[in-house]
């Protein structure tokens, strides 16, 4: 029997203040921010005529838009997890984001105190994105390869670590599958994989990624590079192409592994929930 669990971080320097009406109402550190949610059903707690968000994003187009006013160029949010801290760089991103998604620190959280165990494990992070469960890890000992297509975001990745003087995670601008098929004709074995697929990009060679289409096969190709004696896998999706069963079903038939199956949510001080993304990961 596969259970399901849902996820919720706590930390004071994000606040999600309200969500609905497909609007969500944050505090990042002491920015306050509007921005367009399709998980966030329903009605707001108070009418979003009163809320007093001090940048609102404008959709202009599909993934397009603009903050007014505009946001600070950058600022600083701290994480303050058990026994260890992070700083990470906020920013306007690509569409909407800000380069945190403040739901996985419950990962990062999972992941810090698993590779504690261990001495010097090897990470592969794919879809690396701005790099925080590379941070992370690092901070936890780890020997990293951050893996993204896009060259800016590494970038950003990279003004993370060294926020937080992290100089020895290796930072690869490359298409996942290109990189997964090389390593695993090589051999090359990892102690825990991360992976936050998108559901559509273009990899740094112009290759299309299409999640439904690509995604099974990544996973035939990537589930051989964990150790059998020891590993971690960690597989977020912010897509709803894909049932947690139907994720759990293909990881299975390539190699049945422990997995935990969830939700990530954030929540208010009022103790609503907006649903964020599923999960799955394995510890054995």
Same mark, same amino acid.
Request: charged fraction near 25%; aromatic fraction near 12%; hydrophobic fraction near 40%.
């Given at each position: ?9 706590? $930390? ?11 609007? #969500? ?5 002491? +920015?306050?921010?509007a ?5 966030? *059903? ?21 993934? %397009?838009g603009?903050?007014?006013?505009? &946001? ?8 303050q997890? /058990?026994? $260890? ?15 945190i ?12 105190? /698993?590779?504690?165990?261990w ?15 590379? +941070? ?15 060259r800016?975001? *590494? ?5 993370n ?8 995670? #290796? $930072?690869? +601008? @490359?298409? +996942? ?15 825990? *994989? ?12 112009? %290759?299309?990624w299409?999640? %439904? ?5 990544? &996973? ?7 150790? @059998? @004696? ?16 139907? &994720?759990?079903?293909? *990881? %299975? ?32």
């Amino acid at each position: 029997m596969v259970e399901y669990h849902i996820l919720t971080p706590k $930390w004071p320097s994000y606040e999600l203040i309200d969500f609905g009406e497909g609007w #969500r109402w944050e505090r990042w550190g002491e +920015v306050t921010v509007a921005r367009p949610d399709s998980w966030a *059903i329903g009605r707001p707690q108070r009418k979003r005529d009163l809320w007093t968000a001090r940048h609102i994003y404008h959709p202009t187009g599909p993934y %397009q838009g603009q903050w007014e006013p505009p &946001l600070p160029e950058k600022w600083p949010l701290l994480y303050q997890g /058990k026994g $260890w801290r992070m700083q990470l760089w906020c920013r306007a991103g690509k569409f909407k984001h800000l380069g945190i998604f403040p739901e996985q620190a419950v990962h990062w959280e999972w992941l810090y105190a /698993k590779l504690k165990r261990w001495s010097h494990p090897q990470i592969l992070n794919l879809f690396a994105y701005t790099g925080a469960a590379s +941070v992370a890890a690092a901070l936890a000992g780890a020997k990293v390869t951050h893996i993204d297509a896009s060259r800016s975001a *590494i970038s950003w990745a990279a003004e993370n670590a060294a926020l937080n003087n992290i100089s020895t995670i #290796r $930072w690869i +601008v @490359e298409d +996942v599958r290109k990189f997964v098929q090389r390593a695993r004709r090589r051999g090359e074995k990892y102690d825990a *994989i991360l992976l936050d697929p998108p559901p559509y990009g273009i990899g740094s060679g112009g %290759q299309r990624w299409e999640i %439904q289409r690509d995604l099974p096969p990544l &996973l035939e190709n990537l589930l051989p590079l964990l150790r @059998e @004696e020891r590993g971690l896998l960690l597989l977020n999706l912010y897509s709803a192409d894909f049932s947690p069963y139907t &994720l759990w079903r293909l *990881i %299975q038939e390539v190699r049945p592994i422990p997995l935990e199956i969830g939700e990530l949510t954030l929540a208010t001080q009022q103790g609503r929930h907006l649903s964020t993304g599923i999960f799955l990961r394995g510890d054995w």
